[in-house]
């Protein structure tokens, strides 16, 4: 098992200089210009034009340009934003707590509603329950989220007035970001009412981002469940005289996980991609709209470096579900 | 039922069913799918005849008419059933048109990627000493980025408009293509027939797509009508964020985008236009669960 | 699902916000996040709002509402007769905020004027090389060829001394890149090699101290007790971040904010019938226009832009974008509002056949394809450039022409513009001083033409001679006829369609009050509060 972790691990190297070589080169080929759009709408005469350009090693050629690049990266120097001049660490920081907070907020509501209406819907192939969870989770999985969150902004915030509009919390309560996890913040704070408040802001995010990861989780735990229960081994257990619920549960959905937490791992991308429309629309302040704002000012060191952060999240993300993929099928686990 | 008297001086194998009929009953036992299929040919002829179909032209405003509401509502007007949009052009003529695009822009990207895809798949499976790691490292890089901040890249580095849409969308698609194929493959190539075929001497490119890719199809079948269905949506938020196909072209989802300002006055602009990619998206998906059904044999007798 | 916690949340909510209403903080919706709080490394609008109008003040301000200027850190001034030197004699016992990071040991003096102009201006500045983009407002105003020199005369007197007669300088020195800083702690700071935090924790002497601010949600500020004109009505102060503006006016229906900036102008009939809300309104210093680009083939003949010009439907664009009275169709390359305006002149009424008949003339060919370039975010001079762009789009296909719009970004777009990409452009101006110079020299010149900035590549030797002798010229009325001459050869010529004029609001809770709109789009709430 160490040698495979090991193994893995030895594995991500090259994709992470990859990854820096790939958003070195995408932000580059962008066309536009950095200076014009720091300037904003003062003119820029020339000769700044230039020093700026100096000043940013940007006149440089692009050799140079990626060698400075991961020279700082080397030291752990993030650079810092054209726009704000701040850190881009900073920025990240002090943006990610609250994506993974909505994320994981989603996750959690995909996940457990997803297995659990997974699980009987092949337990009870053909019932009404069933054709219930297929239809609502493929309509689940046809939603255009960005639609989504508006219809259900319009119905239950505007018009019913259930859920607040957008933000992470009423503006009223003055919470220290310790954590940035607005849930852990509110509590630390002591200030009656905000956690409620926070989870409240949370609720019809979280539902939006975690729609189309329910539906996925949903469906598949089905297929993949409705697959193992026709294994022999499930047969076998079934004939030993085993309980129902443990055939299905221990010996089922053990089995039935390895494709589910595939596509689990392969959703944490499309996750942070949904949070990109989700935070728009719900102005969550989080790394998605920092990302899509920098790629439009053309601000390369957030851009890459935010970019970045992401991938290598995704990576480990990834490689753990790999590492878990070893862990319940040990044929994938010898056979390199 | 025709009367069992007749069958007998048939020949038996005659009356063995062909794979398409056997197909289409296969497919017609999932309502679901019926009903898909139906929409879809419907947003279809839509596509094919949306100059005659379309009451007006989708790019004439009429600017007398700014936001009329549907017929049904208060202030509607018989001659735009669906309502008007912020410039006054016919809601419904814009729909209609603007299946033409979704549609395209689905099934093109969907073999832009597809073919390369299953490819890189294969080979990966195959050559699971070098190349096959290399390529998954490739895959799990552009996978590492996350698909719609790529897409948004992507566009900005090839500037907006619908072929960059397809070729971006094409492009994020790719990963999810080789990754199945090639756990596809994987769990094949330990199976008894693949060592029989090895051994019965089929070369590789025989092994490769006549003994082991038809069998990796039904995950792949259901990965094309997905990903065909989220090129559609994922066309539509490149439109939301304002990156998508240019004006005056009627996209879904730049029109839903465009008319996100007036969500509070005039809900149709906004509603309908999500409410199609819902619909569309969703008969492709429910089309799709039901040519899995009646692909997979191994589900088909398990039902 | 059990609803049982879900209206629990609800009601906790609700009551929450009940107790909290007493302490009546203000919160604004406003648009975007700030850069940053070192404001002179800035130039936007929404960071001079959360920075140069809360936390800093100027030796003069602009008088709330008019562009008039009036002392603020400088209590008077004088200016030699050769309009060379500006002596200020600053305002004694103006404190800076105390905070937990920073303790003033001291009154606001000369040193933090000569500071905070040194700072930009001497290249050997300790200071200077920390802002790794320079100086952008400050420089772009052509302050370092101006200034010769800022000199501590005693305590509380400093000199400027000029290389030129600048008439705007007052002017100048109220904008949000004089704000005078604290000395002392840019001091400590450097001392204690913590020069970032000049940007991060900013101190000033402006009505709301600095709290707290959390990227693209929030920046808290709470009243400075020893503001120099008086503590602020307003205990605290919340900018709110909401970029899009559905939002922020969802956000004031629900009272989550008391003020939101920049409402559509759609949705001001709406916000005028709710009872809950009102409008503050004012005739802004913009201009929206589309310039054609005479450098081009067709385009550089003027019954080409003069049929373009007939087949626009200005009207339809001007109810279309802004709403029926939101806007005023333009017919100069200024608001009304200013010094010179000719009134004398009038759009042509809308005519097909004439604008064909011109082409046909110019020998355009049926389907000929223009390009126009466009932004792909609306901004407050076109609030949606998109639909703008389509419309001249179906205008201009009923004139055989095909047009073919480009969105860009904002920064691309004034790039490829410069360059002279483009066949027609649409852009706008917003005057930051409130004279026509502003809007002719930067846009209209044969010099702008030459570095691209005039998007029309427009050159009239006539009309540079007028607008350059008028600015060499103080009588206004004798301004204002070399004013009416220009127009009109501006007019003559077409080197644009002149688009609208746009009126600005700002959308409020109806107990908000002392809230006054500025015609320079800046907003400040030094004396706004909830009742």
């Given amino acids: 098992m160490f040698s495979f972790i090991a193994r893995r691990l030895g594995l991500l190297i090259p994709t992470f200089f990859g990854i820096t070589l790939l958003t070195f080169a995408l932000i580059r080929m962008i066309p536009g210009d950095p200076v014009e759009v720091m300037m904003g709408e003062r003119r820029v005469d020339p000769e700044m034009h230039a020093q700026a350009m100096e000043r940013l090693g940007l006149n440089k050629p692009l050799y140079a340009q990626y060698l400075d690049y991961i020279g700082k990266l080397a030291q752990g120097d993030l650079g810092e934003s054209l726009r704000t001049r701040e850190s881009v660490w900073t920025e990240f920081s002090s943006l990610f707590p609250a994506t993974l907070e909505l994320s994981l907020a989603a996750l959690l509501f995909a996940g457990i509603l997803g297995l659990l209406a997974g699980v009987i819907a092949a337990l009870k192939r053909g019932s009404l329950f069933d054709h219930g969870v297929m239809g609502i989770s493929l309509a689940g999985y046809s939603m255009p989220i ?10 239950f915030s505007v018009s019913l007035g259930w859920t607040p509009v957008s933000g992470r919390i009423d503006l009223l309560y003055d919470i220290e970001p310790k954590t940035g996890f607005m849930l852990i913040d509110t509590l630390l704070a002591d200030e009656p009412g905000a956690f409620l408040d926070a989870l409240h802001h949370l609720i019809l995010p979280a539902i939006v981002l975690g729609t189309i990861p329910l539906a996925v989780i949903a469906r598949m735990t089905r297929s993949s469940m409705l697959e193992v229960l026709r294994e022999d081994y499930i047969r076998t257990a079934r004939a030993k005289g085993l309980s129902p619920s443990r055939v299905v549960f221990v010996h089922g959905l053990r089995n039935a996980l390895i494709p589910v937490l595939t596509v689990v791992g392969l959703q944490v991308g499309t996750l942070l991609a949904g949070a990109v429309l989700t935070e728009t629309i719900f102005s969550w302040p989080g790394i998605g709209k920092w990302l899509i704002e920098a790629i439009g000012a ?17 990576i480990l993300v990834n490689f753990v579900v790999d590492v878990l993929y070893g862990f319940a099928n040990p044929r994938i686990r010898h056979q390199r | 039922m025709s009367t069992p008297t007749t069958s007998v001086a048939v020949d038996q194998s005659l009356l063995y069913p062909s794979p398409y009929k ?99 798949g294969l080979f990966a499976g195959f050559f699971p000493r070098l190349l096959g790691p290399t390529i998954m490292r490739l895959m799990d890089i552009m996978l590492a980025l996350p698909s719609l901040l790529l897409a948004v890249a992507i566009v900005a580095i090839l500037g907006p408009g619908l072929i960059n849409t397809v070729i971006a969308i094409a492009i994020v698609s790719l990963p999810s293509y080789v990754r199945l194929t090639r756990a596809a493959v994987m769990g094949e190539l330990n199976r008894d027939y693949v ?101 997979d044999p191994k589900l088909k007798n398990a039902a | 699902m059990n609803m049982n916690p879900l209206r629990a949340a609800i009601a906790a909510a609700l009551l929450s916000v009940a107790v909290g209403a007493t302490a009546k903080p203000l919160v604004v919706c406003t648009e975007a996040s700030p850069e940053g709080f070192d404001m002179v490394q800035y130039t936007t609008a929404v960071t001079a709002d959360a920075v140069a109008e809360t936390i800093f003040n100027r030796l003069a301000d602009f008088k709330p509402g008019t562009t008039e200027v009036i002392p603020a850190l400088a209590e008077s001034w004088d200016i030699s007769d050769d309009g060379l030197t500006y002596t200020f004699h600053l305002r004694k016992g103006v404190k800076f905020h105390t905070t937990d990071y920073f303790k003033p040991t001291r009154d606001m003096n000369a040193d933090d004027v000569v500071w905070s102009f040194q700072r930009q201006l001497d290249p050997n500045h300790p200071w200077h090389k920390l802002s790794s983009v320079g100086f952008p407002y400050f420089e772009s105003m052509g302050f370092k060829e101006l200034l010769k020199s800022v000199e501590k005369v005693d305590e509380h007197t400093v000199k400027f001394s000029l290389t030129r007669r600048e008439a705007p300088f007052l002017a100048d020195i109220a904008m949000a890149f004089s704000s005078i800083y604290p000395a002392e702690y840019a001091d400590q700071l450097l001392k204690a090699n913590k020069a970032g935090d000049l940007n991060s924790k900013p101190i000033g002497t402006g009505p709301f101290v600095f709290q707290r601010y959390n990227k693209d949600a929030q920046v808290r500020f709470k009243a400075n007790p020893d503001y120099f004109r008086g503590k602020p009505p307003a205990d605290a102060l919340i900018l709110a971040i909401a970029t899009d503006n559905n939002v922020r006016m969802q956000k004031l229906k629900t009272n989550e904010c008391q003020i939101a900036l920049y409402p559509k102008p ?63 169709v333009a017919v100069n390359p200024y608001p009304p ?102 809007f002719l020299t930067p846009m209209l010149s044969c010099e702008a033409a030459k570095n691209g900035e005039n998007y029309a590549r427009w050159c009239n030797e006539q009309f540079q001679a007028l607008i350059d002798q008028a600015r060499a010229t103080v009588n206004p009325e004798e301004r204002t006829k070399l004013y009416e001459q220009a127009q009109v050869l501006f007019n003559q010529d077409q080197p644009w369609i002149s688009m609208a004029h746009t009126r600005m609001f700002t959308a409020m809770r109806k107990n908000v009050e002392g809230y006054v709109i500025s015609p320079l789009t800046t907003n400040n709430f030094a004396t706004t509060q909830v009742k």
């Fill in chain 1, 146 to 155: 960005f639609w989504w969150g508006l219809i259900l902004i319009m119905f």
């Fill in chain 1, 298 to 314: 053309r601000d390369y060191p957030v851009v890459q470096n935010g970019i970045l952060l992401i991938a290598c999240l995704v």
């Fill in chain 2, 22 to 120: 056997e197909f289409w009953q296969a497919f017609s036992r999932n309502k679901g799918a019926v009903a898909g299929l139906m929409f879809m040919i419907l947003i279809v002829f839509c596509a094919l005849f949306a100059p005659w179909v379309a009451p007006h032209d989708p790019s004439e405003q009429y600017r007398d008419f700014l936001l009329t509401p549907p017929v049904w509502l208060e202030g509607g007007q018989m001659q735009f059933l669906l309502g008007t949009d912020e410039l006054g052009r016919d809601l419904l003529s814009r729909l209609i048109q603007g299946s033409r695009l979704s549609l395209l822009i689905g099934l093109s990207s969907v073999v832009m990627s597809l073919i390369p895809g299953i490819l890189l």
């Fill in chain 2, 195 to 295: 060592t029989a075929a090895r051994l019965a001497g089929a070369g590789l490119p025989r092994l490769m797509f006549i003994t082991v890719l038809p069998n990796c199809m039904a995950p792949l079948i259901v990965q094309a009508t997905l990903s065909f269905s989220s090129a559609i949506l994922d066309a539509a938020a490149l439109g939301f964020l304002g990156l998508g196909v240019q004006p005056p072209t009627p996209e879904w989802g730049t029109m839903l985008a465009s008319a996100r300002d007036y969500i509070e006055r005039a809900w149709w602009v906004v509603s309908l236009p999500g409410l199609t990619i819902l619909l569309s998206v969703l008969a492709i998906n429910l089309m799709g669960d039901g040519l899995r059904d009646a692909l």
């Fill in chain 3, 266 to 328: 759609d949705d001001i009939p709406s916000i005028k019938k709710d009872p809950n809300l009102k409008v503050a309104e004012l005739d802004a210093m913009t201009v929206s226009y589309t310039a054609m680009n005479t450098s081009h083939k067709y385009m550089s003949d003027v019954r080409v832009r003069k049929a373009i010009d007939l087949a626009f439907d200005k009207e339809a664009y001007v109810n279309a974008l802004f709403g029926k009275g939101n806007a005023t």
């Fill in chain 3, 337 to 438: 509002t200013l010094l010179g305006f000719n009134h004398d002149l009038k759009n042509p009424p809308r005519n097909l056949d004439k604008a064909r008949e011109l082409l046909k003339e110019a020998g355009v060919p049926e389907g000929t394809v223009f390009t126009l370039f466009t932004r792909n975010g609306g901004g407050p001079t076109n609030p949606n450039p998109m639909l703008g762009a389509q419309m001249m789009q179906a205008d201009l296909a009923k004139v055989g022409i095909k047009v073919d719009i480009r969105v860009m970004e904002w920064g691309e777009m004034l790039k490829r513009a410069k360059n002279g990409e483009h066949d027609m452009v649409s852009a706008g101006w917003a005057g930051d001083n409130g004279d026509p110079d502003n």
